[in-house]
């Protein structure tokens, strides 16, 4: 069956033949993967130097943001309404840190969309792994339920990265971005998916976790 027309098939497609193309050289589809997510990461790494970039100078306003809090500490929404105004001025997002992430995104579901085109996974193996076409199920739990490893690696990778990427300043608002909630919430929504997609979100947060700290250096 043929991919409809759209950008998100076009980028799915040709991760398709990327990714079979690198499990021919690998002779492995969980090395592929890990090679394949690795590879996107590092196209994506200039986008995470301008995030390191942006929360730098963040971290240089955060002394005027402190005044702008004190000077309308009776007025919480004129303090938030300065400090918004003191990050355009400088062209600083509070939410560049997660940039790099949200730009991964529809990679990952073109990916997702390909992934049940590629019908060599099925029955593939990577390490505990028994089928990458399915949830990894290391063990069975009570009640019915499977243990699934790498959903739970990989929302600590993502509360890792997260936590990485968000600037060491006191935010003017709530934050969605910041805290576990995010890699709780990823973690619950991969835990059924495919063993491959989630080593490849795997292999994404922790690439970009040395991307951060080699960008930091």
Aim: charged fraction near 15%; include cysteine; proline fraction near 7%.
């Amino acid at each position: 069956q043929a991919f409809p027309l759209g950008f998100l098939a076009k980028i799915g497609l040709v991760l398709m033949v990327a990714l079979k193309g690198i499990a021919s050289l690998v002779r492995n589809y969980g090395l592929a993967v890990i090679l394949l997510a690795a590879g996107v990461t590092a196209a994506l790494a200039p986008f995470t130097l301008i995030s390191v970039r942006s929360m730098k100078r963040m971290q240089e306003l955060q002394p005027r943001m402190d005044q702008l809090k004190k000077k309308h500490a009776d007025d919480p929404k004129r303090a938030n309404q300065e400090v918004f105004a003191l990050f355009k001025e400088h062209k600083v997002s509070p939410l560049s840190g997660c940039l790099p992430m949200l730009l991964q995104l529809p990679v990952f579901f073109a990916l997702w969309s390909a992934i049940s085109h590629v019908v060599e996974l099925r029955g593939a193996r990577f390490l505990w792994i028994k089928d990458l076409s399915l949830p990894d199920r290391l063990a069975k739990l009570p009640l019915g339920l499977d243990l699934n490893i790498l959903p739970i690696l990989m929302a600590a990778a993502m509360f890792m990265q997260t936590k990485l990427s968000q600037p060491k300043v006191r935010p003017a608002g709530p934050n969605p971005f910041s805290g576990p909630l995010m890699s709780v919430i990823f973690g619950v929504m991969f835990y059924q998916v495919p063993a491959g997609l989630v080593l490849y979100w795997l292999t994404n947060s922790l690439t970009s976790i040395l991307w951060y700290k080699l960008a930091k250096v």
